[in-house]
């Protein structure tokens, strides 16, 4: 079917929760302090700022006459279809945010949420992660969620301990070499 002949409504529908993977069932959606407090202000943000101006610049292009062939009138619905489905997804994900404060265990040898682990594969090949919630994990900053395979492996270890994560390629041994946790108090910890 050719993609004039669609609803507005049916474009994009299906991908309202695309940012982000879905939680385990049964999960919970562990979180930072910093965490929630980023998601919280771009929340708001979106609220407070982002929508309103869209929402104006909607309604003057809409003034102007014939939507049918207004650029501006189609780009801001389109954009407001992105911000309150952004909107929903973020109201969903803080109502169910399971806030935990990874300083609680500084000084703790063990893998818990919220640390930073360094391992050593069975290759000799030395890595640094830190395990964070679903939603705020940033694999460009070393940081991966609760859930991925390796930090799966990981929790729970302890500094000398030796891991076995399966990976498709077998299963490969990790040691864990030290744990470090944000201090009490720190701005990481907020």
Excluded: C
């Excluded at 929402?55 to 650029?71: F, K, L």
């Amino acid at each position: 079917m050719s993609k004039a002949f669609t609803k507005e409504s049916d474009e994009g529908s299906d991908d309202d929760e695309l940012a982000l993977p879905a939680l385990p069932a049964g999960g919970k959606n562990y979180i930072t302090p910093a965490g929630y407090a980023r998601l919280r202000d771009e929340l708001l943000d979106l609220i407070d700022n982002e929508r309103p101006k869209v929402v104006d610049a909607v309604h003057w292009a809409a003034s102007n006459g014939d939507r049918s062939e207004n650029g501006d009138y189609l780009y801001g619905k389109k954009r407001l279809r992105e911000i309150d489905r952004r909107i929903r997804f973020l109201t969903k994900r803080l109502e169910i945010a399971e806030v935990v404060d990874p300083s609680l265990h500084a000084g703790s040898d063990q893998v818990f949420f919220g640390a930073t682990v360094v391992y050593v594969d069975d290759e000799g090949v030395e890595r640094t992660i830190t395990i964070m919630g679903i939603d705020e994990a940033d694999s460009r900053a070393s940081q991966v969620s609760w859930i991925s395979p390796v930090a799966r492996a990981l929790l729970k270890a302890r500094v000398g301990d030796e891991v076995q994560l399966p990976t498709p390629g077998g299963v490969r041994s990790l040691e864990v070499v030290a744990v470090q946790y944000p201090p009490r108090g720190s701005e990481e910890a907020r």
